[in-house]
């Protein structure tokens, strides 16, 4: 792979499979009936905090099973993948966080299809700079580790709060309303 060359085909698959895992995410805790183990990975209510969980899972997911992807050159080692995976789920959370925030609070326009749109940019985002940050490069292996404690950091706070969910905005259910015209 030319050292300057952004792999589309990658970040388009793996954008399209995250968006499609976490779609099927979004619904698995009601169908198993709440469940408190599926609840550390699935929503278990409206927030925007539980809604996160659909990117920091399905992209934690995509890039450790796409760990043998050893096509680039310099070799894709360990420190480039938790610095990549770490990278795309933190964009992927404030760009889906922010523009639902611009839209819903600055804008009070409230649509699903926005949401979703949001969400796959999101996703988009964070998998296209984590390809430009780290798949050219050899990133050093204290960043890695800095990383990976950094990622499991990040499971830790969201399993804590799911069930110790903090007195702030982020974490209060958001009900839309749809108006019935009689």
């Known amino acids: 792979m030319n050292h300057n060359k952004i792999d589309w085909y990658y ?15 979004h619904f698995v805790y009601d169908w198993t009936g709440g469940n408190q183990i599926v609840g550390l990975f699935c929503p278990v209510n409206e927030s925007i905090w539980e809604h996160l969980k659909l990117i920091l899972y399905p992209v934690l997911i995509l890039w450790l099973v796409t760990l043998r992807r050893n096509t680039m050159n310099p070799p ?42 949001f969400y796959a940019i999101g996703l988009f985002l964070g998998q296209l700079h984590a ?16 990383c990976l404690i950094g990622i499991l950091a990040l499971v830790g706070i969201f399993a804590y709060c799911t069930f110790y969910p903090l007195e702030l905005p982020i974490f209060k259910e958001t009900i839309v309303v749809i108006p019935v015209n009689s």
């Open 131 to 146: 390809s430009i940050l780290t798949f050219h490069r050899v990133i050093p292996k204290w960043i890695g580790i800095v």
């Open 76 to 117: 894709f080692l360990f420190a480039n993948r938790m610095s990549a995976c770490l990278i795309s789920i933190l964009i992927g959370m404030v760009t889906t966080a922010s523009l639902y925030y611009l839209f819903h609070g600055g804008f009070r326009i409230t649509l699903l299809i926005l949401d979703l749109l």
């Open 11 to 25: 970040i388009i698959c793996t954008t399209v499979v995250a968006f499609l895992l976490g779609t099927i995410l």
